[in-house]
């Protein structure tokens, strides 16, 4: 009797840099409109900078977007710094 195999969900990793971006926005911008948009699968980064979309199509050509507000940390700038747009 042995276990079923898990099959692990396809997705699409990185790293969100300038140095490393906590709590900014990333996105597959399926059609490439150039802004994340409700229908992009999208995430926040974790606390330093890393990402993980769940995705099982096809991302050949497709862009990821890293949007950021003022709430996003940039890990390389002093601890006050905040973005001053998006």
């Known amino acids: 009797e ?3 195999p898990t099959t692990p969900t396809p997705a699409v990793t990185g790293k969100a840099i300038d140095g490393y ?3 900014a926005t990333v996105c597959l911008d399926l059609n490439n ?15 330093n900078g890393q990402f ?3 995705y099982s199509g ?3 050509g ?11 940390k940039d890990l390389s700038r002093p601890s006050g710094f905040q973005f001053p747009a998006t």
Request: proline residues 8%; aromatic residues 0%; glycine residues 14%.
């Open 58 to 60: 096809d991302a050949t």
């Open 62 to 72: 497709k862009t990821l977007r890293v949007e950021i507000t003022p709430t996003t």
């Open 2 to 4: 042995g276990s079923t």
């Open 33 to 47: 409109s150039g802004t994340c948009e409700s229908g992009d699968p999208s995430t926040v980064t974790d606390g």
């Open 21 to 23: 971006l906590a709590g």
């Open 52 to 54: 993980s979309i769940p």
